[in-house]
């Protein structure tokens, strides 16, 4: 068994605003039962430090930027979707591979149609 990955990921707010409460929320709760001691989060308060922003050209907030393992993904939004978030940042893959289907949220029409995409890109 493979040790698993660690993510590096950075969560950019604008202030305390509903929007980035609610993206961190979600996020920390992600991290913490999916990915327990396996990331390394840091929250970057865009109104606090533009320079930051600026530089990683974050554009709207909240993003959420998926550093390492490559490569770089990014999210725009709270992060409601708990699919989409793992999805987008290449983790929900990671995820059903290792087998963590905790709390069954995943059908297996769902299963069958990656298993599908798999083998149609490997022809390719």
């Known amino acids: 068994m493979s040790p698993r990955k660690t993510y590096i990921l950075k969560l950019y ?3 305390n605003t509903t929007n980035s409460m ?3 929320n ?3 709760n992600i991290l913490e ?3 327990r ?3 390394a989060l840091k929250v970057i308060d865009v109104l606090k430090n533009p320079q930051l922003a ?3 050209k974050i554009l709207a907030t909240p993003t959420l930027a998926k550093i390492l393992p ?4 990014r999210i725009i939004g709270d992060l409601s979707d708990r699919e989409r978030v793992l999805i987008g940042l290449d983790l929900l ?5 290792e087998g963590n289907l905790e709390g069954g949220t995943l059908d297996a029409s769902f299963l069958d149609a990656l298993a599908e995409d798999d083998i149609e890109s490997s022809d390719s």
């Open 26 to 28: 979600t996020l920390r």
């Open 70 to 73: 490559p490569p770089v993904r």
């Open 93 to 97: 893959y990671d995820e059903i591979s």
């Open 13 to 15: 707010v604008a202030g």
């Open 22 to 24: 609610r993206a961190l």
């Open 37 to 39: 001691g396996v990331y």
């Open 33 to 35: 039962n999916e990915f």
């Open 54 to 56: 600026e530089e990683d």
